[in-house]
Every structure is written in C-alpha cells, then in structure tokens.
T-cell receptor, first 115, second 112 residues
C-alpha cells in the first residue's frame, strides 16, 4: 500500500528566506506525486505535480519540487518565502493513472512565516 | 477559472440524523471523489466514482455512506445515521482523466 510521510509538522521561516518541505513516499511502482496547499478556511489547491520526465518540476507561486527516486523523496522548495505563503502543505501520492485513482496524503506541514 | 463547488460550507447535525453533502464538480470532468479530514489528522480517501458507479472505496466508506450523481451535475455524499466520529471536513474533488484532482473548499460537518 502506498504511504506518504512529511517529517516536519511545523516549520517557521523568516520572510525572504528559502524554504524546503520534506516528503517521503512509499509506492511499488512509478509514483504520481503532488503538492497541495491549504490556507485557513480554504480548500486544497494544487501547487505542482510529477507524473514523468524531468525530475525538477515547477509549480505555481514560485514553488518547485524535485523527485528523487533513490531517496523516495519529493521535496518542495521555494527560494524566497512571502508572508502569504503561510499555510498548510500536503504531499500526496497517486495510484496508477486510471479510473479510480486515489490520493494518499501525508500528515501535512504547517508553515509559519516571521516578518 | 472552473472550480469545484461544495455546499453547505458548514453543517451541524444531531447524532443519528442523515446528512447529504453536495458538490458540483467541474463540468467536463469524468472522475469524482470524496475525501475527509478529521481535525488534526490526514486527508483520507473515501470513495471514487466514474461512469455512474463507485470505482474504488476505502475501509472508511461503509454501509452508512453512499454517493450519487443524481442529475449529471451534482455529486452527493450521504451519511445515513451520523456518529460523533463522522465530524470532519469533507472534500469533494474531480478530474478529467483520473490524474490531477481539483478540490472544493470543503464542508465542515459537526455532529453533536
């Protein structure tokens, strides 16, 4: 069965500092990987996804993530954090790209941004 | 930009009552999902729906739960007899080809 671990429950960074949120997954085949962001009172917004090809993927809001098969990781990065990035971030792995594709989510990382 | 719409945003119900959570997926999407997030816990998959039938469901999705697409636009989740432990945020999602899921804003269900 697939699983996702986000080791950091909370992270605090200063505005303008760089950010890396960790995600490790377990899945038998080639995974489909996603990062979602949830602002307070909001739904889940897709930041970026990896299906195949280039292992460094670019997303919205200046985020990027790198798929490293050898480390079973898909860490999310941003070079300079803005106060509006404060939110909860979820990494997810998808099953095969067919009917009934279900996402398995990590526990989330809550990001706080200091002025 | 098209979006998934969920109503109501917050529902309070008494234990044992039936509730129906409603979702309007993106219009040309073909796959529909319900997920839930109990406060402080992970987002968990409940069920997926394709071609007017359930294609996959989790252990959580027992006989108390049902889904329906009654009119070609709405997608509903019914809980027949709510329990305290059903209190959670319920998210509807849809995709066109079963890959990138678009989520609604969620319905917070509180069972008292």
């Amino acid at each position: 069965a697939q699983s996702v671990t986000q080791p950091d429950i909370h992270i605090t960074v200063s505005e303008g500092a760089s950010l890396e949120l960790r995600c490790n997954y377990s899945y038998g085949a080639t995974p489909y990987l996603f990062w979602y962001v949830q602002s307070p009172g909001q739904g889940l917004q897709l930041l970026l996804k990896y299906f195949s090809g280039d292992t460094l993927v670019q997303g919205i809001k200046g985020f990027e993530a790198e798929f490293k098969r050898s480390q079973s990781s898909f860490n999310l990065r941003k070079p300079s954090v803005h106060w509006s990035d404060a939110a909860e971030y979820f990494c997810a792995v998808g099953a095969d790209n067919n009917a009934g594709n279900m996402l398995t989510f990590g526990g989330g990382t809550r990001l706080m941004v200091k002025p | 930009e098209p979006e998934v719409t969920q109503t109501p945003s917050h529902q309070v119900t008494q234990m044992g009552q039936e509730v129906i959570l409603r979702c309007v997926p993106i219009s040309n999407h073909l796959y529909f999902y319900w997920y839930r997030q109990i406060l402080g816990q992970k987002v968990e998959f409940l069920v997926s729906f394709y071609n007017n039938e359930i294609s996959e469901k989790s252990e959580i999705f027992d006989d108390q739960f049902s889904v329906e697409r009654p009119d070609g636009s709405n997608f509903t989740l019914k809980i027949r007899s709510t329990k305290l432990e059903d209190s959670a945020m319920y998210f509807c999602a849809s995709t066109r080809f079963g890959n990138e899921a678009f989520f609604g804003q969620g319905t917070r269900l509180t069972v008292v």
